[in-house]
């Protein structure tokens, strides 16, 4: 059971813009950033989003990232099979949860 | 560009001690400000953090993992290490060593290494 609540599987077509949701709580998301991973098929994770919607230089400006009161989403626009993956959010949780929380993941498909 | 690199046995008996090295090139791990950490990830699942080691030597372990974990560093050699006791089947993922800007912010991840337990 993790932390931060992720949907497990997410679609969309390509040209789509599709979100995955990130929930925690006041001790999570609710007083500290939010960071997304991209994990593609038998690799690392990768960052994606940093500091609720900063993205890492490198990363296309079709993923979004948004944060309000203790959620979170990352957006894709204008999908591409390429970004079928593993997503995951992170953040820093204050409490004995901590210091690192991470999601369940969200498998996201492109149809 | 900084590049880690996890090594250690593929294979640990169950109650035995799970012992990996993250190797760290392309940078000093004792220069800036810090945090290196392992993750892991049981096949299928998702991400798990055990625990960091910040430059300053100071470490941070996930409570649910605190009773059987250890982390420590060489600056001679560049790389930090991960000790899990007491390991279990539950214990069997892929385990990656990352550095950390701040708690979350993970930006260079090794190619994680697969360790399984079993008798």
């Known amino acids: 059971q993790s932390v931060l609540t992720q949907p497990p599987s997410a679609s969309g077509t390509p040209g789509q813009r599709v979100t995955i949701s990130c929930s925690g709580s006041?001790?999570?998301?609710?007083?500290?950033?939010v960071y997304w991973y991209q994990q593609l098929p038998g690799t690392a994770p990768k960052l994606l989003i940093y500091?609720?919607?900063q993205r890492p230089s490198g990363v296309p400006d079709r993923f979004s990232g948004s944060k309000s009161g203790t959620s979170a989403s990352l957006a894709i626009s204008g999908l591409r099979s390429e970004d079928e993956a593993d997503y995951y959010c992170?953040?820093?949780?204050?409490?004995?949860?901590?210091?690192?929380?991470f999601g369940g993941g969200t498998k996201l498909t492109v149809l | 560009q900084v590049q880690l690199q996890e090594s250690g046995p593929g294979l640990v008996k169950p109650s035995q001690t799970l012992s990996l090295t993250c190797t760290v090139s392309?940078?000093?791990?004792?220069?800036?400000?810090?945090?290196w950490s392992w993750i892991r990830q049981p096949a299928g699942k998702g991400l798990e953090w055990i625990g960091r080691?910040?430059?300053?030597?100071?470490?941070n372990y996930n409570p649910s993992l605190k009773s059987r974990v250890t982390i420590s560093v060489d600056t001679s050699k560049n790389q930090f290490s991960l000790k899990l006791s007491s390991v279990t089947a539950a214990d069997t993922a892929v385990y990656y060593c990352?550095?950390?800007?701040?708690?979350?912010?993970?930006?260079?991840w090794g190619q994680g290494t697969l360790v399984t337990v079993s008798s």
């Open positions: 990352a550095r950390s800007i701040t708690s979350g912010w993970f930006d260079y």
């Open positions: 392309g940078g000093s791990i004792s220069s800036g400000s810090y945090y």
């Open positions: 080691i910040y430059t300053s030597g100071s470490t």
């Open positions: 006041s001790s999570n998301i609710g007083s500290n950033y």
């Open positions: 500091r609720n919607n």
């Open positions: 992170a953040a820093w949780d204050d409490s004995l949860s901590g210091p690192v929380v």
